[in-house]
């Protein structure tokens, strides 16, 4: 079993910050990418920002330079830093990780979401 346990959303005003979180747990062999995803009101899920094990990171065109995503691999862990918010930025954001379990299989784990509300 895998869980992943996001934290940090919030209300703020537009050019406000906020820091997501989210930590994996349970039969991890290895993670080889974890990332944040976001939904925004009737719009698809898309994603805003990944990190590879091997150090590559990719961003959404909407946020870069505004947002910045870490990993803590000793904790299993990503995050998000948001700053410059804006009220396009509201969404429910998840965490995902391709990570494979002790039993060797790989797959996608996603996160149930943290909600993000940006007022203009």
């Known amino acids: 079993q895998v869980q992943l346990e996001e934290s940090g959303g919030g209300l703020v005003q537009a050019g406000g910050s906020l820091r997501l979180s989210c930590a994996a747990s349970?039969?991890?062999?290895?993670?080889?990418?974890m990332g944040w995803y976001r939904q925004g009101p009737g719009k698809q899920r898309e994603l805003v920002a990944t990190?590879?094990?091997?150090?590559?990171?990719e961003y959404a065109d909407s946020v870069k330079g505004r947002f910045t995503i870490s990993r803590d691999n000793a904790k299993n862990a990503v995050y998000l830093q948001m700053n410059s918010l804006k009220p396009e930025d509201t969404a429910v954001y998840y965490c995902?990780?391709?990570?494979?379990?002790?039993?060797?299989?790989?797959?996608?784990?996603w996160g149930r979401g943290t909600k993000v509300t940006v007022s203009s």
């Open positions: 349970g039969s991890i062999f290895r993670i080889v990418a």
């Open positions: 995902n990780a391709y990570l494979c379990t002790d039993n060797r299989a790989c797959d996608d784990y």
């Open positions: 990190h590879n094990s091997g150090g590559g990171i």
